[in-house]
């Protein structure tokens, strides 16, 4: 088996490494495409000035390469490129959190959204966009970020409920307590839009999910969660492994999965939490990568956790590529994802390959 | 060893354990039968720390330095398996040495690390959703001695390898877990369990899916090492017989409680089956098996 490991890590080690160089080549091709085409070479060259400060980069260098408009420069760095990083950082993030909600719930389908987190977040909104708390622009993000929050708390104050036969936090309890209070949210979301007259327009297209107008900001907020909870998830990834066998079976293992599942369990609801305030409810991501990464690296969370991560944010920034400068009109993200991923799952479903 | 001292646990209004008081000792074997619903696997959940009694507590004496230098243990295992039988003897004299240093620990106090190196559990529940491969299940066994950023040692491997041979994993060792049958299932998790290699073992009914044959290979498998490394297996049993066959002390459950407790052929009794059971049996000594076995009437 050491040897059998030792492949597998390499070619993980390998996988990951081409994904990347993917990533990479998508970031720099994305930025390129959209209403005013930017040569590949120029993408390069105006990125690597910004990065390296050296603005002789994008001036003159002779007749092949001439100076790039400083227009260009505005539109690849203040427009193009914080969309691009936010979509491919919550990409990550989503596919993060749907491998660490799937081993919690020891469940190949769970989801981020599993725990009614996108319920608490969507609710958040809609209560800011009523206020018209929307003229300062932080408050969305942060309403719903707190509604995730709230959300989450709830959950799990509800599924240490006293007398159910199944112990606190137990896969039942979690996902029990997840559909109660993601029905109530609902509830509170439709009377919300109900009353909202005019603004409810404003909150459907928030809940459909857009990467449209992200600036720098939400590039910082999201790229510091995804690397807080990708190190913790990667600190656990072994007790995860042995949480998805069951609680039982993982604590005479000598697991805490109490507080191995509680700090897990934070870790990607706030992983989801952020991603839905930056980006509204894009659904699929968390639910399909996981599943055909699993077909690559198996079940090991050591291997998932990397692999998931990266095809997660390439699969989302092709979504949004293709949304934002393919299609003739932009179409909600969220609705792409699920009109897409949709069918794939079906597909994977009748295959009878889950995972 | 182990004990329960006065453990109870339940609702006020409804008792799931009341009151049990038990020894373990090192180097027996223990069946626990009792009807369905009448608290065994909540005992086990008791004794192994997983659910917290109401009252009384689960102690844990930990023989002097045997236990505690897992190294140690380790290369007796090791030179168990190498040399077979021969150092049986070796090891019993390093035990009886080390014994009189024992330290008593409350089963609570303990981290759930530290209790995984001392108690193995094959559950009932073998359900495993995640496609791992029967090696990477039995590999898990280790995890209690695997520092969280390492590989497994050679050791690690050495013992996995020696255990899926004796249990008859090998030949599926590459197969993926959700694949099999139940009770090829079972058999990985209850190598898993031997890889804990653990003084204590506990078998929540272990052998309900599995052929006779494989019974019987575990069954053995685990008696010759409860005698050669003076371990404690506590297993509970449906099957009076194959119980009466490999244990040497039983004990009958009844409502939460201990309705009978002992030496093997001491206790069981046709009284005792119909208390216990409510059915009429006729126990006689049986000279193939070597003890006591009980017999039933079918429908005439």
Known sequence: ?355 | MIETKKISFGYAEKPVIKDISLTFEAGKFYSILGPNGCGKTTLLDLMIGHLKPISGKVVLKIAGSHFITNSNRQSIFIKNINKKDKSVKDTNKNQIKCSDVSREKDILSMSKREVAKHIALVAQNYNINFPFTVKEIVMMGRHPYISRFANPSKEDFDIVSSVMERTGTDTFAHRKITDLSGGERQRCVFARALSQDTPLLFLDEAFSNMDISHTITLLNLVKKEVKSQNRTVVSVFHDINLAAIWSDELIFMKDGQVAACGKTDDVISEEIIKEVFHVKSKVEHNRYSGVKQAYFQGYK
């Open chain 1, 1 to 355: 088996m050491s040897n059998q490991f030792k492949t597998t890590s390499e070619r993980v080690t390998k996988i990951a490494a081409l994904l990347s160089l993917l990533l990479a080549g998508l970031i720099v091709l994305s930025a390129c495409m959209g209403y005013v085409k930017i040569g590949f070479v120029d993408i390069v060259r105006i990125i690597a000035a910004e990065i390296t400060g050296n603005h002789n980069l994008t001036a003159h260098i002779n007749d092949k390469f001439p100076a790039i408009q400083e227009t260009w420069t505005a539109i690849v760095m203040e427009v193009r490129l914080p969309r691009i990083l936010t979509c491919a950082i919550v990409g990550a993030a989503l596919a993060l959190s749907g491998v660490i909600f799937q081993g919690i719930l020891l469940n190949p389908l769970a989801d981020p959204y599993t725990l009614g987190v996108s319920a608490g977040a969507a609710f958040g909104a809609s209560i800011a966009i009523l206020l018209n708390l929307s003229a300062s622009f932080v408050s969305i993000p942060l309403f719903a970020f707190i509604g995730a929050a709230f959300t989450l708390f709830f959950v799990i104050f509800l599924s240490y409920s006293g007398r159910s036969p199944s112990p606190a936090l137990s896969s039942n309890n979690l996902i029990l307590s997840g559909i109660i209070v993601a029905a109530i949210l609902s509830a509170g979301i439709s009377f919300l839009k109900y009353v909202a007259d005019e603004q409810v327009a404003v909150i459907i297209f928030w809940l459909m999910g857009s990467f449209a107008s992200k600036t720098w900001t939400d590039v910082l907020v999201t790229i510091t969660f995804l690397i807080i909870g990708g190190a913790i998830t990667f600190i656990f990834a072994r007790d995860l492994n042995l949480i998805s066998l069951g609680e039982r079976s993982a604590s005479t293992l000598g697991v805490d999965t109490k507080r191995v599942t509680l700090i897990l369990l934070i870790t990607g609801s706030m992983l989801a939490a952020v991603s839905v305030s930056v980006s509204g409810i894009i659904g699929f991501v968390g639910l399909l990568v996981p599943h055909i990464v699993r077909f690559i690296t198996g079940p090991d969370n050591r291997l998932l956790i990397p692999i998931s991560t990266l095809a997660g944010s390439i699969l989302l920034l092709m979504a949004d590529t293709v949304t934002r400068s393919i299609l003739p009109h932009e179409i909600p993200i969220g609705i792409l994802t699920a009109l897409i991923g949709g069918p794939v799952f079906c597909w994977i479903f009748k295959r009878g390959t889950i995972r």
